[in-house]
């Protein structure tokens, strides 16, 4: 295990011997600890990544002060959403969004803050995932499982996040490209979900690709498909849905970091660098590798175009699903 | 690997100097952040996360893992000495433990806290370390449905806490089941109860409900009797500052209840540290042959939930190491930190990684040591806050109160809402309603609906899925044996005076 960590410890050093100069902006810098807002509790998806940038930023010198993470939970994002709104002008804080905060206003009509009051910054992290089953299932395709669905409609279970979670719509878009039906039952905590598939109380999730790699390694799971355009480093014998016979989109989730509204040109031209600057170091390459993560990087410019074509295609997916839509 | 080899190789790790060193932060930041009310180790730990980049993970899983289980063991002063509950878990010690405050028997409070968290925190490693690979797998059959009983289990508590109307007792819990409410419908994500008000999308915390009720609703019923000098009798001299020998006696079963309940408990993900304080708690005066003295000072109700909320950490530890899977705020954090640190947890972490999780084991029996030995002494010095006379004591416990919610949320909103809950605390104390049942119903209102709703959607509707399920019926009748528990004791009373 010693080398294991030397090992690991002179990888990271000769990622950061690469690249070590700080960032230049043209006039604007942060001049106290940067707020980094997010809206899950430590240790959840965008608390994480947020912790890891803020070590990279750190580690690859590429801002003049510290990034603390700030916890905001609740209404599906809305919560740190409208705190962020709130502060309108302030050049010392931006947020770590994530798909919700697009799907999320368009179910609740408290989330008034919907990500186009906000100031786009960067789009970081196309997250990709495959579909998982227990090891022991009888199923050994995304056929199979189709078949058997459609065998006893509403019968067989899959685990997942919220209703407006990525895990959700994957689900929904199965089903009316195939007819079959099953049952979606909603855990807030991750691993509750997997608790579920593991236990035998459901069928089958939607998982990341890194979290479902130790259990397949250890023999608990089976992949059968894979959320994603083309085939991930760390599943090459698994067909996408497309070379499965599914022809559906496949839906990441998006993450990237915003601004409140009204920040100054220039801030958003520092914060863009900075991000731009951040997606190319090794220790970041090395980060997307580990979570098998695409690399989603969009710069400011092209992320407001993104939102537009996000929003209305979950529109239309939510719509189908039958959850009302508030606006 | 064979366990003595792996204990012995454990501890070689453990007992490196600075692994010892780290062990040590941990125990004291975790005990310090256990004595403040507001801030807990979820937030600690995720503040402390970037320093640990710069240590080796094995002393940095000590000392992280440290705090986790130190701050169950600081939880329980404030509850004791001020009825300030320090961590979630704590709520269940302020009953029992602030009334031996008020007789004057502070110190044994603090004293059988200490030596039952001591106790139940060795049993939950020694747990960890036999049986954590087996009994994940049988935490697994747990799932929505045997989570619903499992809160109903609970809930039937309920009776027990009840002071002289059950009635009053079943309203205050309808209370708290209704304000766990509030907030965002866990599925269908739209808003309940919110008034419009952005700040309650994400619910009531219960630590602000807690402070409030317990808290604020004393000082509020002291300032009326307008006591000079001192608010509290304090005890004097050693002996009355420790637990006497009787009173260990009467805590044997409590130290055993409290180790194995919370363990449990502590290795089912969905369930959490304040249930298996409570259901302990509710064990131990269901078989306690004085269950009248419960609530006015019965040494046992601190001993059984403080074992209870120290055990649950061992137990909490065995999903999270050997499946990759976090079953609370605390292992959720120390799951990111493996991740971050470049570990794959998951069922393999044990076998690749020995050395780092025999390490934890060993620095876990260092650590509930070095507990004792620094909390024991610190009981006297602790009892010397009742010297406070009222009029300081009163509003540093306000000050006190109000940081602590604010430490949590940073919203000024939530200090108002702290307010709230002193004054219903008040109204409550003067019209004789007892707080525990509302702070139980609380705790395990969300729970209770999420894992009701999972279970139907499972069934598709039929409630038949919570008696077909074996634990899932076999936890759902030992609640309703819970709920004759009162009846129980009136008829063997009249018993008794018919004997006579």
């Not at chain 2, 049942?437 to 959607?457: D, H, K, N, Y």
Request: charge should be positive; aromatic fraction near 8%; hydrophobic fraction near 50%.
């Amino acid at each position: 295990m010693k080398l294991r960590i030397v090992s690991a410890a002179a990888a990271l050093l000769a990622a950061l011997g690469g690249l070590h100069s700080p960032a230049q902006g043209q006039g604007f810098k942060p001049t106290r600890a940067v707020e980094a807002v997010v809206h899950t509790g430590p240790g959840g998806g965008s608390d994480v990544l947020a912790r890891a940038v803020a070590l990279m930023m750190e580690k690859e010198k590429l801002l003049p002060v510290r990034m603390q993470v700030v916890n905001k939970p609740g209404g599906n994002g809305a919560v740190a959403a409208a705190y962020l709104a709130e502060k309108k002008g302030d050049q010392n804080t931006i947020g770590f969004f994530t798909g919700v905060w697009l799907t999320g206003p368009l179910t609740s009509s408290e989330a008034k803050v919907t990500l186009r009051d906000l100031t786009p910054i960067a789009r970081l992290v196309l997250e990709p995932a495959v579909i998982a089953v227990k090891s022991d299932a009888p199923y050994k395709s995304l056929q199979d499982f189709v078949a058997a669905a459609k065998k006893s409609p509403g019968q067989l279970k899959q685990s997942g996040g919220s209703v407006t979670s990525r895990d959700n719509i994957v689900r929904q878009l199965l089903q009316k490209h195939t007819g079959a039906q099953w049952a979606y039952i909603s855990f807030p905590g991750g691993g509750e979900r997997i608790a579920a598939l593991l236990g035998g109380h459901v069928n089958m999730m939607v998982i990341e690709p890194a979290e479902a790699g130790e259990h397949i390694r250890a023999g608990n799971m089976r992949v059968l498909a894979q959320v994603s355009e083309k085939r991930l480093p760390g599943f090459p014998n698994v067909p996408t849905l497309k070379e499965a016979g599914f022809d559906i989109p496949a839906v990441p989730q998006v993450r990237g970091v915003v601004a409140p509204p009204a920040i100054p040109k220039e801030n958003v031209a520092y914060w863009d660098d900075v991000f731009q600057k951040l997606t190319k170091t090794a220790s970041w390459q090395k980060f997307l590798a580990d979570n098998q993560f695409e690399d989603g990087y969009q710069n400011a410019a092209d992320l407001a175009k993104f939102y537009d074509e996000f929003t209305g295609r979950m529109r239309g997916i939510l719509q189908e699903a039958g959850i009302k839509l508030v606006r | 690997m064979d366990i003595l080899t792996g204990l012995m190789h454990g501890f070689a790790v453990a007992l490196q100097p600075a692994n010892l060193l780290w062990c040590f932060v941990g125990v004291l930041l975790g005990t310090v952040v256990g004595v403040m009310p507001g801030l807990g180790p979820p937030a600690t730990i995720a503040m402390l996360l970037p320093l640990t980049f710069l240590m080796n993970p094995a002393g940095a899983m000590i000392m992280l893992a440290g705090i986790y289980y130190g701050a169950k063991y600081g939880g329980s002063t404030t509850s004791i000495l001020l009825n300030v509950p320090g961590e979630s878990a704590s709520v269940v010690t302020c009953l029992d433990g602030y009334a031996m405050a008020r007789k004057g028997r502070a110190g044994a409070a603090l004293g059988i806290a200490a030596i039952a968290s001591f106790v139940a925190g060795t049993v939950g490693v020694v747990g960890l370390m036999l049986v954590a690979p087996p009994l994940a797998k049988v935490a697994l059959a747990f799932s929505a449905p045997e989570y619903f009983s499992l809160m109903a289990l609970g809930l039937a508590m309920v009776v027990l806490l009840a002071g002289r109307s059950m009635l009053k007792a079943l309203l205050a819990m309808l209370v708290g089941l209704w304000i766990s409410g509030i907030g965002t419908d866990p599925f269908s994500t739209t808003s309940r109860f919110t008034f419009g008000r952005l700040e309650l999308l994400s619910g009531i915390d219960f630590v602000v409900v807690a402070i409030g009720v317990f808290a604020l609703g004393e000082v509020l019923a002291c300032m009326e009797t307008r006591a000079e000098g001192q608010a509290l009798p304090v005890p004097r001299g050693l002996r009355n500052l420790l637990p006497t020998v009787q009173d260990l006696k009467d805590c044997r079963f409590a130290f055993v209840n409290g180790s194995v309940l919370g363990f449990l408990i502590g290795v089912l993900p969905g369930a959490g540290s304040t249930i298996a304080s409570f259901i302990s708690y509710g064990v131990e005066k269901a078989v306690s042959r004085r269950p009248e003295e419960f609530g006015k000072g019965a040494v046992e109700g601190v001993a059984a939930p403080e074992g209870a909320n120290n055990s649950e950490t061992g137990g909490a530890l065995v999903p999270l190491l050997t499946l990759g899977i976090p079953g609370s705020g605390t292992t959720a954090v120390l799951l990111a930190a493996l991740v971050l640190w470049g570990f794959k947890p998951g069922p393999l972490f044990i076998s690749e990684n020995p050395g780092l999780f025999w390490g934890l084991v060993a620095s876990m029996y260092i650590g509930n040591v070095m507990l004792l030995v620094l909390n024991l002494p610190l009981v006297p010095l602790f009892a010397q806050v009742l010297r406070t006379p009222g009029y300081v004591l009163y509003p540093l416990i306000l000050g006190i109160s109000i940081v602590g919610v604010y430490s949590v949320s940073g919203s000024l909103f939530d200090v108002s809402l702290v307010v709230a809950f002193g004054l219903l605390g008040y109204v409550m104390r003067k019209l004789d309603y007892p707080a525990a049942p509302l702070i139980l119903g609380l705790v395990l209102g969300g729970g209770m609906e999420r894992a009701l709703r999972q279970s139907l959607m499972m069934s598709q509707g039929d409630l038949a899925i919570l008696v077909t399920r074996p634990i899932c019926a076999a936890l759902l009748a030992a609640a309703v044996l819970i709920l004759f528990v009162p009846l129980f004791n009136k008829l063997n009373a009249w018993r008794l005076q018919a004997l006579e």
